[in-house]
């Protein structure tokens, strides 16, 4: 059974920092690429940041510069590293698992809620 299990989501000031990671487990995990999303209610799910297997990333353009992904293969781990907090940035946060030429394996975690707000 495969399991994508966030955490590290919560509530941060403006400017403030938040770590977000999500264990993958019921997956090879280095034949999958990884991304966070973001939505909002009543509104469509986003893409934050994708990484390959092989480690290339992509980033949205409103969190260039402030976000970082990346991945812990031995502990089948990826994390979102999230600086320079605005306000805008608060969202249901969801880790996606989709395989490497095989679209069809595609899945998700539970979401966690990031909330930026003084």
């Known amino acids: 059974q495969v399991q994508l299990v966030e955490s590290g989501g919560g509530l941060v000031q403006p400017g403030g920092s938040l770590r977000l990671s999500c264990a993958a487990s019921g997956i090879i995990f280095t034949i999958y690429n990884m991304g966070w999303y973001r939505q909002a209610p009543g509104k469509q799910r986003e893409l934050v940041a994708t990484?390959?297997?092989?480690?290339?990333?992509n980033y949205a353009d409103s969190v260039k510069g402030r976000f970082t992904i990346s991945r812990d293969n031995a502990k089948n781990t990826v994390y979102l590293q999230m600086n320079s907090l605005k306000p805008e940035d608060t969202d249901v946060y969801y880790c996606n698992a989709r395989q490497v030429r095989n679209s069809r394996n595609d899945y998700w975690g539970q979401g966690t809620q990031v909330t930026v707000s003084s």
């Open positions: 990484i390959t297997n092989g480690g290339s990333t």
